[in-house]
T-cell receptor, first 117, second 115 residues
Framework: GDSVTQMEGPVTLSEEAFLTINCTYT??????LFWYVQYPGEGLQLLLK?????DKGSNKGFEATYRKETTSFHLEKGSVQVSDSAVYFC????????????????FGQGTILTVHP | DGGITQSPKYLFRKEGQNVTLSCEQN?????MYWYRQDPGQGLRLIYY???????QKGDIAEGYSVSREKKESFPLTVTSAQKNPTAFYLC??????????????FGEGSWLTVV
């Protein structure tokens, strides 16, 4: 079945440092790829997504490129801020039951990021 | 503003009781989902519904039940048969087809604790 593997955390950085969180996946089909962010006590917010090979998703200074050849979707940010401290989840989605909606997300285990001033 | 509303945010349940978590969306989305999150883990799919009056089991449906009588509502009942119900529960929805069907929106979650 489908699976997502994220680099283990927690990750602790100083403000303005460069961030990389690795994510690789296995999938039988041609999934869409996502990064979600979860702040303490809250639900998940979509950070960025990519729907086909070589697509680059970007948002709030974060970027990730859909690499089909390496089955990867690594998250990067050039200069992190304290406000980026959160849990980051890599996920893929596939169509449900032959329908047209994408909802069966397969998640990685999450990476806790802590940014110090 | 459009979004997904879950309630209650915090809920305590005695062992042997059933509890129902509410999920309402005003995004006009056809598909809705319930996920469970345990500490240090990703999310696991409990149930999903792609259309009114129809729903399917996800990966961990045992001990849970749902209904989808209205497009905007997808309540989840955690029954006494669920052996380890203490968790964070997230409701989500998507439209159908591209591009809206490709993005999943989440509610803010409900914390359920068994006491």
């Amino acid at each position: 079945g489908d699976s997502v593997t994220q680099m283990e955390g927690p990750v602790t950085l100083s403000e303005e440092a460069f961030l990389t969180i690795n994510c690789t996946y296995t999938a039988t089909g041609y999934p869409s790829l996502f990064w979600y962010v979860q702040y303490p006590g809250e639900g998940l917010q979509l950070l960025l997504k990519a729907t086909k090979a070589d697509d680059k998703g970007s948002n709030k200074g974060f970027e990730a490129t859909y690499r089909k050849e390496t089955t990867s979707f690594h998250l990067e940010k050039g200069s992190v801020q304290v406000s980026d401290s959160a849990v980051y989840f890599c996920a893929l989605s596939e169509r449900l039951g032959g329908g047209t909606s994408y909802g069966k997300l397969t998640f990685g285990q999450g990476t806790i990021l802590t940014v110090h001033p | 503003d459009g979004g997904i509303t879950q309630s209650p945010k915090y809920l305590f349940r005695k062992e042997g009781q059933n509890v129902t978590l509410s999920c309402e969306q005003n995004l006009n989305h056809d598909a809705m989902y319930w996920y469970r999150q345990d500490p240090g883990q990703g999310l696991r799919l409990i149930y999903y519904s792609q259309i009114v009056n129809d729903f399917q089991k996800g990966d961990i449906a045992e001990g849970y039940s749902v209904s989808r009588e209205k497009k905007e509502s997808f309540p989840l009942t955690v029954t006494s048969a669920q052996k380890n119900p203490t968790a964070f529960y997230l409701c989500a929805s998507t439209g159908t087809g591209a591009p809206s069907g490709n993005t999943i929106y989440f509610g803010e979650g409900s914390w359920l604790t068994v006491v």
